[in-house]
């Protein structure tokens, strides 16, 4: 599972689909048809809210995101971002394209999906919404490619 507090506080958010920080989701094409479902659903997920433990579809934690993202494109994975992280083959950091999940913290304990543009989609922490950051921020580890 995921519990991290990665900034970017709750300004707003709550709408569904939409950024709560007012950021625009990146229009990247994906590598293949798999990735472009698993994005397309993360980014319909924007604005609602971080819930520990959280599969959907109203409130999701990191690795709930991540995880029922693949699963519409039909791949499956464990709920937590460790497992995640440990169970696709690595992404060299200038290579990563989007549907591929980010691993962040020495403990692994938060996962976020690549988007494109250096950007993102976090389920973050409690009191805070789906949203928008920056891929290279603070406690980035690795990225890995599902499917």
Not at 119 to 144: E, K
Request: proline share 10%; charged share 10%; net charge negative.
């Amino acid at each position: 599972m995921c519990s991290s507090d990665l900034g970017g506080g709750s300004s707003g958010g709550g709408t569904p689909g939409t950024d709560p920080g007012g950021l625009v989701p990146p229009d990247v094409p994906a590598p293949s048809s798999g990735a472009a479902v698993a994005v397309a659903y993360a980014k319909a997920q924007l604005g609602k809210p971080y819930r520990y433990a959280g599969v959907g579809p109203d409130a999701y934690d990191c690795s709930g995101l991540t995880m029922m993202a693949w699963a519409q494109a039909g791949v499956s994975m464990p709920h937590g971002s460790i497992a995640q992280g440990n169970m696709f083959p690595r992404v060299p950091d200038n290579e990563m394209a989007p549907g591929d999940l980010v691993i962040y913290y020495p403990d692994h304990h938060h996962v976020g999906m690549y988007v494109g543009g250096g950007m993102t989609i976090s389920a973050t922490h409690t009191g805070d919404y789906i949203r928008l950051q920056p891929v290279f921020r603070s406690g980035f580890q690795y990225a890995v490619r599902p499917g």
